[in-house]
């Protein structure tokens, strides 16, 4: 029996799946206190159902405000041994199982360092979908692709078909 259209008067200028959790993702990184670089990420399962999402910060339990936010200094009063990145704070803030998160994908608006490569891969995450590959010639970036390649992790950055304003 074949189905007939009774008038096609649906919105044709709607968000894609892949626009509305990369949307998600940099929606939740407007959370971020730190000054210089907000990420978010946004945990998909494979029937497109949101298992969590994260935004680089401090741990849970200090104040924002206790924390140096600078990116240049001695290392103990620049922000990198502090913050938790976004992708690590999506995988901790998943209140499932870890086989929920197998075959998952995960949104980022900035392409995972080799630390958040290494939880991804641990977490069963098989797919990065990203939007920005500034930091491509680090070492930390070399080694998460290196690290997704032979663990089977798919990585592919995103073009937004729509302009997506988060005010």
């Not at 990198?80 to 994908?105: D, M, P, Q, T, W």
Request: hydrophobic share 30%; with cysteine; glycine share 6%.
């Amino acid at each position: 029996m074949e189905t007939k259209l009774v008038n096609d008067c649906s919105r044709k200028d709607y968000l894609s799946w892949e626009e509305y959790f990369m949307a998600i993702a940099i929606l939740t990184a407007k959370r971020s206190k730190d000054p210089n670089t907000q990420v978010g990420a946004c945990i998909v399962s494979s029937d497109n159902r949101i298992l969590s999402i994260g935004y680089n910060g401090t741990p849970n339990g200090y104040s924002d405000s206790n924390f140096p936010w600078q990116r240049e200094g001695e290392p103990l009063d620049t922000k990198y041994l502090y913050v938790c990145h976004a992708e690590l704070n999506a995988i901790l803030n998943f209140r499932g199982g870890k086989r929920e998160l197998e075959g998952s994908r995960i949104y980022v608006d900035l392409f995972p360092c080799n630390e958040c490569a290494k939880a991804i891969i641990q977490s069963g995450i098989k797919e990065v979908v990203y939007l920005r590959d500034k930091y491509s010639d680090t070492d930390g970036v070399k080694a998460s692709k290196k690290m997704f390649d032979v663990c089977g992790v798919k990585y592919r950055q995103m073009q937004l078909d729509h302009k997506i304003e988060i005010n």
